[in-house]
């Protein structure tokens, strides 16, 4: 039943995204759900979150889930307007910066055609999704749309599946 009502929201999104317009819609350049500009400043987050449904899983500085995206290759995001405005990028003004159980060494960015900087973790851009709402919420777990599948990460960068 989740997955279907996930799936009525993602076409409602997208025919919304289609029939809007030649206007980028505004949720592809939100960085995260309101943002600090403390954050945002000294570079994004991203840390561990140990009690999740599905363990220890990526999150954002405020436990929002990150996810990647199968189709991307290697470092380049391959999720642009519809889909970014389903899978916001997860941006960085600053080098990202490793929280709770984060490796540093696996952070890192690369820019988006837009000249953007998204945020990558052991290779993978990194990536929200329009249906989290909460910190902890991890809906987008094994979706598979816009040309591959949306996976959370484990600590060492690798897909949970």
Request: charged share 5%.
């Amino acid at each position: 039943m989740q997955r279907l009502l996930i799936t009525a929201a993602i076409t409602s999104a997208l025919l919304a995204v289609a029939c809007g317009g030649t206007s980028p819609s505004t949720a592809a350049a939100s960085p995260s759900p309101n943002p600090s500009p403390s954050a945002a400043a000294s570079g994004t987050t991203i840390a561990v979150a140990t009690n999740t449904k599905l363990g220890q899983i990526l999150v954002d500085g405020k436990g929002m889930t990150v996810y990647l995206f199968v189709a991307d290759s290697g470092t380049t995001s391959s999720c642009y307007t519809s889909c970014a405005a389903i899978w916001p990028p997860v941006l960085t003004t600053g080098a990202p910066q490793a929280g709770t159980g984060a490796t540093a060494s696996l952070l890192g960015t690369t820019t988006r055609t837009d000249g953007k900087i998204e945020v990558t973790y052991a290779g993978h851009p990194l990536y929200y999704f329009v249906q989290d709402k909460a910190s902890g919420d991890i809906t987008g777990q094994g979706i598979n749309g816009f040309g591959g599948l949306w996976w959370v990460l484990t600590p060492s960068g690798a897909a949970m599946h």
